[in-house]
């Protein structure tokens, strides 16, 4: 192929990639769909399971959210919540401790779900849920009495 006529596809091609950056950009600009901010407090509905934040504290570098939870048998329940700090995405500890969450039964139970954020550089602190198609987050607020409240 001759040089003109590189160029000449090479200046199309960047055009289809412009106005299709362009096109998804629209597409982004016209969604609504936001994940739901959780309240302490009240209950908040993930697919088959009815979650409550009750309370959240840091200390140690060890940060603890009290939760009520029921409405499935799950034996796996908890991989469902992430901790999320402005730099890591955190699992609950896994290993059995006093009060900490494990399975999930139909009727409610309290428990407590332990995240290590002992090598967390940043102070944000955010409970997220993913079950099945939903999601919610509760923003935790940082400091060593933190409390839970919705976004401002």
């Not at 090479?10 to 936001?34: C, E, K, N, P, R």
């Not at 009750?54 to 908890?78: K, P, R």
């Not at 139909?106 to 944000?124: G, H, K, N, Y």
Request: negative net charge; charged residues 25%.
């Amino acid at each position: 192929m001759r040089t003109r006529t590189l160029l000449l596809l090479s200046v199309a091609t960047a055009l289809l990639i412009l106005i299709a950056g362009g096109a998804f950009l629209f597409q982004l600009s016209h969604q609504s769909d936001t994940v739901p901010t959780g309240v302490v407090g009240e209950p908040a509905r993930l697919g088959d399971v009815t979650v409550t934040v009750l309370d959240a504290s840091e200390a140690g570098g060890v940060m603890a959210v009290d939760i009520e939870v029921g409405g499935v048998d799950d034996a796996d329940g908890t991989d469902d919540f992430r901790l999320v700090t402005g730099d890591q995405r955190l699992d609950a500890v896994a290993a059995p401790g006093g009060g900490r969450c494990r399975a999930f039964t139909v009727d409610p139970q309290r428990c407590r779900l332990e995240f290590d954020v002992s090598a967390a550089a940043s102070t944000s602190r955010v409970l997220v849920m993913r079950r099945g198609e939903d999601q919610r987050t509760w923003r935790l607020r940082p400091g060593t009495d933190a409390t839970v409240g919705a976004d401002e």
